[in-house]
């Protein structure tokens, strides 16, 4: 594939991994000259340089990709960003099973704050897609 059909590829992915509303919402304020600058970095920056990635996305499903992420939130205690990706998780067809059991795994590798932050931010979560109607399985 060339280089720019790999990273067309890496924006897509990038899209539905997070929602691309999302993403222009956490923009404002960067001081990227336009969104297109600003999400070439991060996509540069969250799937690396599309040139050196020959299988780009496709060794890890979205679900897999999404609880990947959550893990990773929570160790690091990015409690808005977990909320998005939890959210999107859901929206990659993650179950409440998958996801309870990633949160069980956060507690026990990355401390038991952590999950129970986890479990506060997923369950406020799941509490607003309720009120807008979205009864995740």
Not at 60 to 75: D, E, H, T, V, Y
Request: proline content about 1%.
């Amino acid at each position: 594939l060339s280089a720019h059909r790999l990273a067309e590829r890496a924006r897509v992915l990038e899209a539905e991994l997070l929602a691309v509303a999302e993403l222009r919402e956490a923009w404002v304020g960067t001081g990227a000259k336009n969104i297109e600058d600003w999400l070439a970095g991060t996509t540069k920056s969250s799937f690396g340089d599309a040139k050196r990635k020959k299988k780009l996305g496709k060794a890890l499903s979205n679900k897999q990709r999404s609880m990947n992420n959550l893990c990773i939130l929570a160790a690091l205690n990015r409690s808005t960003e977990f909320a998005t990706h939890f959210r999107a998780a859901i929206g990659n067809g993650c179950s409440l099973d998958e996801l309870r059991e990633t949160l069980i795994q956060i507690s026990t590798y990355a401390g038991v704050p952590a999950g129970v932050e986890a479990f506060r931010i997923a369950k406020q979560v799941l509490a607003d897609l309720e009120a807008q109607g979205v009864h995740p399985a």
